[in-house]
């Protein structure tokens, strides 16, 4: 199976701490996706990383890939009570399938 | 203007019911997609249509049926609903096949589904 895996499952942390999620996947890709989710409401697409980029950045989000270990990091700086939210990544298989495969998620609480 | 929307947002029904979700998107988007999230947040594709073309359809049993009578809408249709398809589903669009790869998808908000 290609779906991904985030790790931890659930992490919960203060205002102004940084907070880390992982992903690994399975097999080759294209590219790597994340995306939040509120409770209650549909996927916002955070930040797309091509298979041939190492690091991204967008304002206080960092994403890492590391096709060799297949794995990505969503590192999200100075974390706020609004990023309180379900953190998804994506992958589409190497090839082009247009299906993008979504891990289980992480649950990032942010308390104020 | 909402980007990606569907309706209803909540659907309670009874077992053996058949019910309809519709989705529209005003991105100018070619590919749409369904997918299903359950209890535990898990979420797995079902269906995608590009320009009204069915290419992608999971293992999903055949009461599920979709139909995309242009390429900014994409319905979902339900025959003889039982307990274990009560779920969130998401109606979501993307501008097709990416240089490499799929690019980003825009969700709707979900529709969820209780069956009783």
């Known amino acids: 199976s290609q779906q991904g895996e985030e790790d931890p499952q659930a992490l919960s942390i203060q205002e102004g701490e940084n907070a880390t999620m992982n992903c690994s996947y399975k097999?080759?890709?294209?590219?790597l996706q994340w995306y939040r989710q509120n409770s209650g409401r549909g996927l916002v697409h955070l930040i797309l990383?091509?298979?041939?980029?190492r690091e991204k950045h967008s304002g206080r989000l960092r994403v890492t890939l590391d096709t060799s270990k297949k794995s990505s990091s969503l590192l999200i700086t100075a974390s706020r009570a609004a990023d309180t939210a379900s953190y998804f990544c994506?992958?589409?298989?190497?090839?082009?399938?247009?299906?993008?495969?979504f891990g289980k998620g992480t649950k990032l609480t942010v308390n104020p | 203007d909402t980007a990606v929307s569907q309706t209803p947002k909540y659907l309670v029904t009874q077992m053996g019911n058949d019910k309809s979700i519709k989705c529209e998107q005003n991105?100018?988007?070619?590919?749409m997609y369904w997918y299903k999230q359950d209890s535990k947040k898990f979420l797995k594709i079902m269906f995608s249509y590009n320009n009204k073309e069915l290419i992608i359809n999971e293992t999903v049993p055949n009461r599920f049926s979709p139909k995309s009578p242009d390429k900014a809408h994409l319905n979902l249709h339900i025959n003889s609903l039982e307990l274990g398809d009560s779920a969130v589903y998401f109606c979501?669009?993307?501008?097709?096949?990416?240089?490499?790869?799929?690019?980003?998808?825009?969700f709707g908000e979900g529709s969820r589904l209780t069956v009783l």
């Open positions: 994506a992958t589409d298989a190497e090839g082009g399938s247009e299906k993008l495969v």
């Open positions: 979501a669009s993307s501008q097709g096949l990416a240089e490499i790869g799929t690019g980003e998808l825009f």
């Open positions: 097999t080759s890709i294209n590219n």
């Open positions: 991105l100018g988007h070619d590919t």
């Open positions: 990383i091509r298979s041939n980029e």
